[in-house]
């Protein structure tokens, strides 16, 4: 019996019945033998080793190919060492489970004293051992009390408990390295040594047995791994920069904002921070107002009734939330919530609200496109431990705006948008962006023309404006495709921020429909889009790229006018007061403290600009200019320093107009 066996490249041959992929690729050439570390069988990334018995469409996995499948292999095949490692050190540990995750992967381990990244050097020496050894990986297939009473038998009670929750009729796989064995879907590559050196462990955490507090608690240690030393090496780096640039700790330093508990995952933001937080609105207002848009406020708590209209009720429920209509006046009036009273909603988005403006009289194919923006304060119902600092939060504000427009004004809107979009990233400094289409999913609302329709409208709009785009395949929302927009900051992490979002849905829903050109009344198209996404993100992600050094026409403030001596004290508040009617946020520093003192603190402060006004400067109308980041200073006249802040303290799309 002969199966058989297509290439890639379309070419087919036949093979015996149970040939593997190993003996496959081996008869094909020894150096493609050598490299390859797993197989794509029929599409499903699976074990070389194994036999294949039907027709199939085989694809080789080799270990340079950079690809996410032997990324995701290596990380797999390394959590396996690590238990291994920590087992053989500590054999009273039991296991857990050991996923891969997002730039790595962890393990969880049941251990009377929790792991601490003491223990890292340790561990790793013994996880590059084990690598060494080179065991093979062996899969075996065994029935359910088999492996019952092999967990039981070692005192595996988290292992006994997860083969407990496979069905009973279910065979499970057991794959083998070395004498170390483990309950696993796989797949795996050939041996322990194709993982390489590449591997590091990274932090540990408490985490619950299946996330769930009244279980015990596991001590869980992350690590990553990669091909290469060098993308390693890289990916720490980076981290490292990141950990440098936290938001959260920078934000501090500058005294931009913080949280508390009574407000978890809503900003406090101080006045620094709120300077920062208004120049960004500030500036995207005047681009909306120059680009045609209107700008409107809509409600933030609305009916229940409301929201079970737009959809949101069903769907949505449980990230918002929700209070009662009324509450009673008097205590002897009961309980606050009765039951009774009708429920209200704080807004988790604007779309809806949007519409009942756009529903107000009568609209006609000549007012579309309507550009509709709200800086719309939403509050969305994230679990607390999902929070982190500014990225994160639970009251947000989106540079929102959805356009109402007709069928064929789908592609020009969108081409205007990317247009405005890229132009507001580089004013931000952001110059790397990504755009992905994402298409058609497989479950999917409306009709295949419909949705073959939208995608080459955006699709053209893209090509119209010159800019390069990724298809991301099925990843569209269910009742239209969408467009994402990623940047890379300075350490070259990506961030997804703007979005466009074709909906067809939602104005059906509530009824937005205008008066075409023959009379007829039509539902408008609605995009739904953003650029900065929500303000309190982008300006997070802006304090780590930037590392708190924002340009001058952001920073909260632009120049600190210190002083050497007391005599200058009078000098200085009057150049601070004209720094100010300029238009610029200066402030003063007469403290009697060193000079060093004051430097070193404003630059803690990120404070871009010191003008050091000592007798002699004072005496000659100069200052000494130091600037955040450099060293040195230079001695001129005032009035040079302030025309030179004030043109590049001017926002840069009024430089443009200037210019
Ligand atoms: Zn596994
Ligand atoms: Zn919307």
Redesign the pocket.
């Known amino acids: 019996m002969t199966i058989k066996v297509t290439f890639p490249d379309g070419a087919a041959r036949d093979y015996a019945r149970g040939t593997t992929g190993t003996t496959i690729v081996e008869g094909i050439s020894k150096s493609l033998a050598k490299k390859t570390v797993a197989m794509r069988w029929n599409g499903v990334l699976s074990d070389l080793s194994d036999a294949l018995d039907a027709d199939g469409k085989i694809e080789f996995v080799t270990r340079d190919s950079g690809s996410a499948d032997v990324l995701e292999l290596i990380r ?2 390394t ?2 060492v690590l238990a291994e490692a920590v087992q053989e050190l500590w054999p009273t540990t039991q296991v857990t489970i ?1 996923p891969v995750i997002e730039n790595g992967f962890y393990y969880d381990f049941k251990r009377d004293e929790p792991f601490s990244e003491d223990d890292f050097p340790v561990i790793e020496k013994k996880m590059a051992e084990i690598i060494d050894r080179g065991a093979a990986f062996t899969k075996e297939v065994w029935t359910r009390d088999q492996a019952k009473a092999f967990f039981n038998a070692r005192g595996e009670n988290f292992k006994v408990e997860l083969v407990d929750a496979i069905p009973a009729d279910q065979s499970l796989k057991m ?1 083998k390295q070395g004498q170390w064995i ?5 797949p ?1 590559m050939r041996t322990v040594k194709d993982i390489g050196n590449a591997f590091k462990l990274t932090k540990v955490a408490g985490a619950y047995w299946r996330g769930d507090s009244n279980n015990p608690v596991l001590s869980r240690i992350y690590g990553t791994a990669f091909a290469t030393k060098e993308e390693l090496d890289a990916y720490l780096h980076m981290m490292a920069e990141a950990e440098k640039r936290d938001h959260r700790k920078i934000g501090q330093e500058m005294d931009l904002y913080h949280f508390q508990p009574e407000a978890q995952g809503s900003v406090f933001w101080h006045p620094k921070g709120y300077v920062l937080y208004n120049q960004m609105e500030t500036y995207i207002r005047r681009r909306l107002n120059s680009s045609g848009y209107v700008e409107v406020k809509t409600p933030q708590l609305m009916s229940s009734k409301f929201w079970e209209a737009s959809g949101h009720w069903g769907k949505y429920r449980e990230n918002m939330f929700v209070v009662p209509d009324e509450v009673p006046g008097t205590e002897e009036e009961g309980p606050v919530l009765s039951g009774k009273s009708d429920l209200m909603a704080l807004k988790p988005m604007n779309c809806p609200a949007h519409i009942q403006i756009f529903n107000q009289g009568i609209k006609s194919y000549r007012d579309l496109p309507l550009r509709m923006a709200e800086f719309g304060c939403c509050h969305r119902n994230e679990a607390h431990g999902a929070l982190h600092g500014l990225m994160r939060v639970r009251q947000m504000t989106q540079d929102d705006a959805h356009i109402f427009c007709r069928e064929d004004q789908i592609q020009s809107e969108t081409e205007h948008f990317v247009h405005l979009l890229y132009s507001v990233y580089a004013h931000m400094g952001f110059s790397d962006v990504v755009i992905k289409l994402a298409t058609r999913p497989e479950k999917f609302g409306g009709t295949v023309e419909r949705w073959d329709a939208a995608e080459k409208a955006l699709g053209d709009a893209l090509r119209a404006t010159g800019y390069d785009f990724e298809i991301a395949e099925g990843e569209g929302a269910f009742y239209a495709p969408k467009l994402e927009f990623h940047l890379k900051d300075a350490i070259g992490r990506s961030w997804q921020v703007g979005t466009l979002q074709l909906d067809y849905v939602l104005p059906e829903r509530l009824d937005a429909t205008y008066v075409a050109e023959d009379g007829s009344r039509k539902y408008a198209v609605m995009l739904h889009r953003a650029i900065l996404g929500s303000l309190e993100r982008f300006i997070g992600m802006m304090i780590e790229s930037y590392a708190g050094k924002m340009p001058m026409w952001l920073a909260p403030v632009q120049v600190v006018v210190a002083t050497i001596v007391s005599e200058a004290d009078e000098t200085a508040e009057k150049l601070v007061r004209q720094l100010r009617s300029a238009g610029i946020r200066a402030e003063l520093d007469v403290r009697n403290e060193k000079i060093n003192y004051k430097v070193r603190e404003h630059s803690v402060g990120k404070v871009p600009l010191m003008f050091v006004v000592g007798k002699r400067e004072a005496e000659e109308g100069t200052v000494s200019v130091r600037r955040l980041g450099t060293e040195g200073q230079k001695v001129v006249p005032f009035m040079d320093a302030l025309v030179e802040l004030m043109a590049e303290a001017t926002p840069p799309d009024l430089k443009a107009k200037a210019a």
């Open positions: 797999h095949d959590a396996h050991g794959y483990d309950l696993c879907r796989g795996h």
